[in-house]
């Protein structure tokens, strides 16, 4: 069983839908603002409502077989090695991204948008010391009301106010997602608040951190298999 199986095939399949970018296009003027559950744009990406509560169950990948099945079939040359778990998992998420990166111009939507800052949310867990360390820091930096309704199995997600994004990611790695994917920044710091409180809620299904071990295992099999898929598709 992977945890976060449901939500990255879920990003998957909207990033690879070409009518995203007409359906969710990137680079608008919005309005920077702190949403509950899902939020804007994840919720637009992922077709939830803000106001649902969590569900944070964990899923072996909703939709696997249509995500595996449009990235062979769409590119003869981009196969995804999907081995069984969250390996294939970071391999269909490398393949996605890697797609946008060989192609000429941008165009994908907010889909694509959230498929390039699922890499960025799961590093920085890593970088803070796992699960429970990055869950240690956002409540030691004053968010611990939010954090608790991410872990919850009953509330919606109290998200963050993109302002505060800053206070957690690099400014540079933002500047570096928004390029990539033609959205401008105000999108990605919306994005980020909306995309690591759903992170944590998938992370913690039991509403503790019992399964820890597991999730932060299951990051590290995922960044590295997209790490090393981007590697390959340069």
Same mark, same amino acid.
């Given at each position: 069983?992977?945890?976060?199986?449901?939500?990255?095939?879920?990003?998957?399949?909207?990033?690879?839908?070409?009518?995203?970018?007409?359906?969710?296009?990137?680079?608008? $003027?919005?309005?920077?603002?702190?949403?509950? !559950? @899902?939020? %804007?744009? &994840? #919720? =637009?990406?992922? *077709? /939830?409502?803000? +106001?649902?509560?969590? $569900?944070?169950?964990?899923?072996?990948?909703? !939709? @696997?077989? %249509?995500? &595996? #099945? =449009?990235?062979? *079939? /769409?590119?003869? +040359?981009?196969?995804? $090695?999907?081995?069984?778990?969250?390996?294939?998992?970071?391999?269909?998420?490398?393949?996605?991204?890697?797609g946008q990166t060989n192609r000429?111009?941008?165009?994908?939507?907010?889909?694509?948008?959230?498929?390039?800052?699922?890499?960025?949310?799961?590093?920085?867990?890593?970088?803070?010391?796992?699960?429970?360390?990055?869950?240690?820091?956002?409540?030691?930096?004053?968010?611990?009301?939010?954090?608790?309704?991410?872990?919850?199995?009953?509330e919606v997600n109290d998200n963050?106010?993109?302002?505060?994004?800053?206070?957690?990611?690099?400014?540079?790695?933002?500047?570096?997602?928004?390029?990539?994917?033609?959205?401008?920044?105000?999108?990605?710091?919306?994005?980020?608040?909306?995309?690591?409180?759903?992170?944590?809620?998938?992370?913690?299904?039991?509403?503790?951190?019992?399964?820890?071990?597991?999730?932060?295992?299951?990051?590290?099999?995922?960044?590295?298999?997209?790490?090393?898929?981007?590697?390959?598709?340069?």
């Open positions: 069983m992977s945890l976060l199986g449901n939500l990255i095939t879920q990003v998957a399949r909207s990033a690879m839908d070409p009518e995203d970018s007409k359906r969710n296009p990137v680079n608008q $003027n919005i309005n920077p603002r702190r949403t509950g !559950g @899902l939020g %804007d744009i &994840l #919720g =637009g990406v992922l *077709g /939830g409502s803000a +106001n649902s509560p969590n $569900n944070n169950q964990a899923d072996n990948g909703f !939709g @696997l077989d %249509d995500v &595996l #099945g =449009g990235l062979i *079939g /769409g590119n003869g +040359n981009q196969r995804a $090695n999907t081995n069984s778990g969250a390996g294939g998992l970071g391999d269909i998420l490398g393949s996605v991204l890697g000429s111009g941008f165009g994908g939507g907010k889909g694509m948008l959230v498929a390039a800052l699922l890499p960025m949310v799961m590093s920085w867990i890593q970088r803070n010391g796992g699960l429970g360390g990055a869950l240690s820091k956002i409540t030691s930096m004053g968010f611990d009301n939010q954090a608790r309704s991410w872990m919850s199995t009953n963050l106010d993109p302002n505060d994004i800053t206070r957690l990611f690099d400014t540079t790695e933002i500047q570096q997602v928004a390029a990539h994917t033609g959205a401008n920044e105000a999108e990605v710091r919306q994005g980020l608040a909306e995309l690591l409180p759903e992170v944590v809620n998938q992370l913690t299904p039991h509403g503790n951190l019992d399964n820890e071990s597991e999730a932060n295992q299951e990051i590290d099999q995922i960044v590295s298999q997209i790490s090393s898929r981007l590697g390959t598709l340069k």
